[in-house]
């Protein structure tokens, strides 16, 4: 079989015009790692639409502007070279539409600077809708925020059970986009809310002259997905619980949730079982009901603190956002536990098909079905399904071995993937993400599936965190994230349970090697390396 040409359009690999401006920097946090064809085309059309909806609820798109878009350019997200992205021009053209906001000035917070070409399409045709919907969207928020975790439960329940799994392999597709579809939609507009509602604090704390206040401000919200889910495995560890018990709750879970190719704990529960091995093993384990009761003191004397250095008039103010993080803050991670059960509802519906495709002599094991396209498994498959499994699985494996810039116009160039330990340093900065102060031995991991290698009281050190991490920050004494910021999920766990965070070092996993001795300074930002492994 000829070499494949990395460079040419394929499902993991897509083509963008001269003016297309595109940045991995957000993006990475949503989705880690090379993505299979499967994965790639079913998550960008159901990120699309999920998009499109959150901004036509929020009154910014017409009800017919609610489609996938034609070309990767007029898309929210494109795929290069396997690492999934973000359309800047998709953004900065809802930006020009919102009150208050330009696309100008998103690019120009995105990349540095605004492209002066880039015509200016602001317009104030849509702000009569936002005044009316918007504020009626948010109103609502909360409850369809719980309604959607609650139905997308239920049916992630169903779907992975025999019965569920017994139906047409059409119904399971049918259904599986469906939910994707919904959850995308208030869980996007949830997030959207709580961001706002934490930049808000953000900008209140250092007008009070308390900058960085806004840190224990979003923490100690006692009930997290997170949290909880790390909690049950604690009981499970201690005897209180059981496996299967866990797994009936948090079966979805896995390393890169929404990475259809990734097995999750349902299927593969010995990490699972790795993982409470390492709990019953860890000494002064740490009383996580008294944990939580500490961080919501501490939430409680840091609002008390604002609300007295603020002038009277700002504390309406003060008193509606601190509300809104609230209620949003916590959601946002109950959203996006509801998205990965729609993703693990789809990934139980590509098994079936996987299976059938297997037994009619398509596909050699059901794994290859992740390397045929959504509309090739849905459809009748391609008569040389084998050859493009075996082309396709090479051109993954060699992006594995590559990355894309951060930032860039047009069509990206490959750049060399960032070789762990290759340079040694005595220190390196990032963003102050949690209070707090901590010595330990780091511990590098390059994914989730690795987090039974950290040893009590290591300090993690990883590229960026997705929910399957949490189950990791009870074991770590810190942690030091590449990508991110003080709204991350890292961040935000990390403050949930009391662990010193600095996120955003760009370099750390490159920089810093498992067995060195480091200080890590949640509340400066700083990573010191006191003896090198």
């Not at 699985?393 to 750049?415: C, H, S, T």
């Not at 963003?431 to 991991?445: K, Q, T, Y």
Request: glycine residues 10%.
């Amino acid at each position: 079989m000829a070499t494949p040409d990395l460079h040419a359009p394929n499902p993991m690999h897509q083509q963008s015009g001269p003016n297309d401006a595109w940045s991995t920097a957000n993006a990475r946090e949503n989705y880690q790692g090379v993505m299979s064809p499967l994965g790639a085309t079913l998550w960008l059309p159901i990120c699309d639409l999920g998009m499109n909806w959150t901004f036509y609820d929020l009154g910014v798109l017409r009800r017919d502007e609610v489609v996938v878009a034609p070309t990767p350019g007029e898309a929210s997200s494109a795929v290069f070279y396997g690492r999934y992205t973000a359309g800047i021009n998709y953004f900065r053209r809802m930006s020009d539409l919102i009150p208050g906001q330009s696309g100008e000035a998103f690019e120009e917070q995105i990349f540095g600077s605004s492209r002066e070409d880039v015509p200016d399409q602001s317009s104030k045709r849509r702000y009569p809708a936002v005044a009316v919907k918007a504020p009626v969207t948010i109103l609502l928020l909360s409850r369809r925020l719980r309604e959607m975790t609650t139905r997308l439960d239920t049916w992630w329940r169903f779907a992975t059970s025999p019965a569920g799994l017994a139906r047409p392999v059409d119904e399971q597709f049918r259904q599986a986009f469906d939910m994707l579809e919904y959850a995308m939609r208030v869980h996007v507009t949830g997030t959207f809310v709580a961001q706002g509602a934490f930049d808000g604090l953000g900008k209140l704390a250092a007008s009070a002259g308390r900058p960085g206040l806004h840190l224990e401000l979003s923490t100690g919200y006692g009930q997290m997905a997170e949290t909880e889910l790390v909690a049950e495995l604690n009981r499970v560890a201690l005897g209180q619980s059981t496996l299967e018990e866990f797994l009936a709750e948090y079966g979805f879970r896995c390393a890169g949730e929404i990475e259809v190719s990734n097995p999750s704990w349902r299927e593969r529960p010995e990490h699972v079982e790795r993982l409470i091995a390492k709990y019953r093993a860890a000494p002064d384990r740490v009383d996580l009901t008294v944990q939580a009761a500490a961080r919501a003191r501490a939430r409680e004397a840091a609002e008390r603190e604002l609300l007295a250095a603020l002038p009277r008039l700002k504390r309406p103010v003060a008193r509606l956002l601190l509300s809104l993080a609230g209620t949003f803050i916590p959601l946002r991670e109950s959203g996006k536990a509801a998205l990965a059960k729609g993703f693990d509802g789809a990934r139980a519906a590509c098994g079936v098909r996987g299976r059938e495709l297997v037994d009619a002599g398509v596909i050699d094991t059901v794994d290859d079905v992740f390397y045929l396209t959504l509309d090739e498994i849905r459809g009748t498959p391609p008569a040389d399904a084998r050859a493009l499994v075996a082309q396709r699985r090479e051109i993954r494996a060699a992006y594995e071995k590559f990355d894309v810039p951060d930032y860039w116009i047009g069509q990206p160039v490959p750049v060399q993937a960032a070789q762990p330990g290759a340079a040694r340093v005595e220190s390196l900065s990032g963003v102050a993400a949690a209070h707090g102060v901590v010595e330990g031995r780091a511990r590098v991991l390059a994914s989730a599936e690795d987090c039974d290698d950290l040893e009590p009281g290591e300090i993690l050190v990883c590229r960026t965190t997705d929910p399957s991490w949490a189950s990791a920050f009870y074991l770590a004494g810190g942690a030091v994230i590449d990508i991110g910021s003080t709204s991350s999920h890292g961040a935000i766990v990390a403050r949930e349970m009391g662990l010193p965070c600095v996120i955003g070092t760009g370099t750390g996993t490159s920089l810093l090697r498992t067995g060195d001795v480091i200080r890590v300074d949640g509340g400066a930002g700083l990573v010191t390396v006191l003896e090198p492994a």
